[in-house]
């Protein structure tokens, strides 16, 4: 049955999401890479473990998530007494199905005198397979507290972990997954946009492949490039990130103009995330009608990620430079 079907004939979406919103006592959260009427409608946007902790900092019982599921799972594992909803199971990640927990286990094994450094892209399974948990935000931080001797595997994405280990000439063993969004961007089209718009800059994720970081003038996470676009001086910025983001730059910032970076194709439709698309206004109201689908993990399973997770939030709370938390131990 498609998620109109489910949809009585002549339902107010919005005023029957804020009603169940109300009556649920629920907390609607949404990625910066979700549908603007999502985003409008969302008590928190933001980027996934900024949503998760917000969530859990609240006294809701239900979080309904517009993300993808390794978002909602990660609110899971904080909240866990709380019912997590995703309006569509099927909204995954490129780089989560890149790197599957046995394979992942198996490539550990071969190097067990590497910890694992692991973008929280990934699965639960993969996060309690890891030492570390990273943002795109964090990862710089915590890269600074490892010591430079210590092996490291980072995973899943490839480009984030070669974006790193260039900045910080640090060699590390990276593991070969992509973000289907971010790979898309086409460095040709890229220096056409900058030769139509001469001073612009570009602010670039760093999931990017390095033909496009090469030509940023800011490289950083959804919440840092935000900040590049409040604070550069020009009125034109280019973006290359998944162009959703670009209706909070729009919200708050209207006397500035926001390009997406261009696809194979000369446009930016080809970036917009599949995946994060699947979530609609019908799927919200049914997700809170229904309570489904739910997020559910088992306590060992949550436990164990949970402890990757915390290790991050420990680590990015500490100033570089004042010494190491301690050994970081592989396996």
């Not at 799972?73 to 199971?89: G, R």
Request: glycine share 6%; proline share 7%; with cysteine.
């Amino acid at each position: 049955m498609s998620d109109a079907a489910k949809v009585p004939a002549g339902t107010d979406l919005i005023d029957e999401i804020n009603r169940l919103r109300k009556e649920r006592n629920a907390v609607i959260l949404a990625h910066y890479y979700q549908k603007p009427e999502l985003q409008d409608l969302a008590d928190f946007v933001g980027d996934s473990l900024e949503l998760s902790r917000k969530a859990a900092e609240t006294d809701a019982d239900v979080i309904a998530f517009c993300g993808v599921k390794f978002m909602a799972e990660t609110a899971k594992i904080l909240s866990p007494e709380k019912i997590v909803v995703l309006p569509d199971m099927e909204a995954g990640c490129s780089l989560e199905d890149s790197c599957p927990p046995e394979k992942f286990a198996a490539f550990r094994a071969r190097h067990p005198d590497h910890i694992a450094l692991t973008y929280i892209n990934c699965s639960t399974e993969v996060k309690a397979l890891s030492d570390i948990i990273v943002t795109s935000s964090s990862a710089e931080t915590i890269l600074q507290q490892i010591p430079r001797d210590q092996p490291i595997i980072f995973g899943p994405d490839r480009h984030l972990g070669g974006w790193l280990s260039r900045k910080f000439d640090r060699e590390m063993l990276l593991w070969p997954g992509v973000c289907i969004v971010h790979e898309a961007f086409s460095e040709t089209e890229l220096l056409k946009l900058k030769a139509q718009h001469p001073g612009a800059p570009v602010a670039a994720h760093p999931e990017c492949p390095p033909a496009i970081i090469d030509h940023a003038d800011h490289v950083g996470s959804t919440s840092s490039i935000l900040n590049f676009a409040r604070d550069f001086p020009g009125d034109t910025l280019i973006v290359a990130t998944e162009p959703h983001i670009m209706h909070q730059m729009e919200k708050a910032l209207p006397n500035k103009t926001f390009i997406g970076a261009p696809g194979a194709d000369g446009n930016c439709n080809c970036n917009i995330c599949p995946y994060m698309a699947l979530n609609t206004l019908e799927k919200l109201y049914v997700a809170l009608r229904d309570l489904e689908p739910r997020i559910e993990i088992e306590e060992g399973l949550r436990l164990k990620a949970k402890a990757s997770l915390d290790r991050m939030l420990e680590m990015a709370s500490a100033s570089v430079g004042k010494g190491d938390l301690g050994p970081v131990s592989a396996g």
